[in-house]
């Protein structure tokens, strides 16, 4: 049964807090109600799906019909010695889910501990954190085919899995809605530390064998003296992708900067963090009015109350024309803009 209520206030469904409404907002709450959908459609067919709200910008009121997924559920579909194959629905809080897959010992996601939203928007933009992406974990993904009306999925490899990046985000863009996911998970820790300050957290809680428990904890701790709460300020993470330059790029800027990180992106490129690129071009703790650059982290817009969207929008296409100006370098922006 799909319910539809009319002019339903976003503020508190985006974690940017943009105060919008839906002209039409319905909960999905079992996949079989997608097949009711376009008889049940209103004035307008086209559809917005909302997880969390924690990677969009609300730019202008909506005009869609908003759809957000609470499809739940966890199902262990199979297991053999060594591994667990669960599916998961789409409306599933990612971070709940990973302290399930903790309790268990399923292994592999615990260094995607605390990212906010759904299991079913990890793999449009393949989330990743500390070393590790759902592509990694992720064995197919089911999502109900708007056009066709019919129920599909896809196989890992034909979701074209990019640095945040998926089929999702590209030639499927607004033709489906994710209904679950299947993880493959391993029953044996293989720990993955070695990816930003992981092992001296672990150090500081005194922690010398580590579990994944352990990790996630450590995660945990590290993210939250980073990143902003978006209980307490609005922001959607990270608003910009890391760009992969050529390398002969990154020796020109090196060469000038000699303290600019770049890690290896293949043979060719070079990935320059985009926090370092805004903070050379001094946008660090810049506000305008609610709109603003983190001061401890650059790469997060945030709104300090009052910010309109497109307050942070223009905001962001200033640093995105100092950036460009300064190192000839063009930032994409992460975060899905509506
Ligand atoms: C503080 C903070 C930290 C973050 N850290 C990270 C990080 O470390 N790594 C990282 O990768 N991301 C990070 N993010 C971004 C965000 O958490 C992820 O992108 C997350 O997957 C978004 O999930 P959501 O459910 O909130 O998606 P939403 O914001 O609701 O939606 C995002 C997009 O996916 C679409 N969508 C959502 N669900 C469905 C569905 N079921 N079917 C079809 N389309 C759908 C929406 O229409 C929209 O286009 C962070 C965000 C915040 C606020």
């Not at 990677?55 to 005009?63: A, C, G, I, S």
């Not at 449009?124 to 999925?153: M, P, T």
């Not at 428990?213 to 990143?227: E, F, G, M, N, P």
Request: charged share 25%; glycine share 8%.
């Amino acid at each position: 049964m799909i319910n539809i209520e009319k002019d339903y206030p976003l503020d508190r469904l985006n974690t940017f807090g943009m105060s919008v409404k839906a002209p039409w907002f319905s909960v999905l709450r079992q996949k079989e109600d997608c097949t009711v959908l376009a008889s049940a459609a209103p004035e307008s067919k086209s559809l917005l799906i909302l997880g969390g709200g924690s990677n969009m910008l609300f730019t202008r009121q909506p005009d869609q019909w908003v759809i957000k997924n609470e499809v739940k559920g966890i199902e262990l579909i199979r297991e053999d010695a060594t591994h667990v194959w669960l599916s998961v629905g789409a409306g599933e809080v990612w971070h709940e889910f990973v302290l399930y897959c903790i309790s268990r010992q399923y292994c592999g996601i615990e260094n995607l501990a605390l990212i906010p939203g759904t299991v079913g928007a990890a793999p449009i933009q393949n989330i990743g954190a500390y070393g590790v992406e759902v592509k990694q974990l992720i064995d197919r993904v089911h999502f109900w085919d708007i056009e066709n009306g019919s129920f599909a999925y896809l196989d890992n490899e034909d979701c074209r899995f990019g640095y945040r990046d998926s089929i999702f985000k590209q030639t499927l863009k607004g033709k489906y809605i994710i209904t679950a996911v299947e993880w493959k998970l391993s029953k044996t820790p293989a720990l993955n530390t070695s990816y930003g300050n992981i092992k001296e957290e672990l150090e500081k809680m005194g922690i010398e064998n580590p579990g994944i428990k352990d990790v996630a904890d450590a995660v945990i701790a590290i993210r939250s003296a980073k990143l902003p709460d978006p209980k307490v300020v609005g922001n959607a993470g990270s608003f910009f992708k890391n760009p992969e330059v050529d390398n002969e790029i990154y020796a020109a800027i090196k060469a000038n900067y000699a303290e600019a990180p770049g890690y290896k992106a293949g043979a060719d490129k070079t990935k320059i963090p985009a926090a370092w690129l805004i903070e050379q071009c001094n946008w660090k703790g810049f506000r305008q009015g609610d709109a603003g650059v983190h001061p401890k982290q650059p790469l997060v817009l945030v709104n300090y109350g009052n910010a309109s969207g497109s307050e942070i929008f223009l905001l962001s296409t200033q640093i995105i024309e100092s950036v460009n100006k300064k190192f000839g370098i063009t930032l994409e922006r992460e975060v899905q803009i509506i």
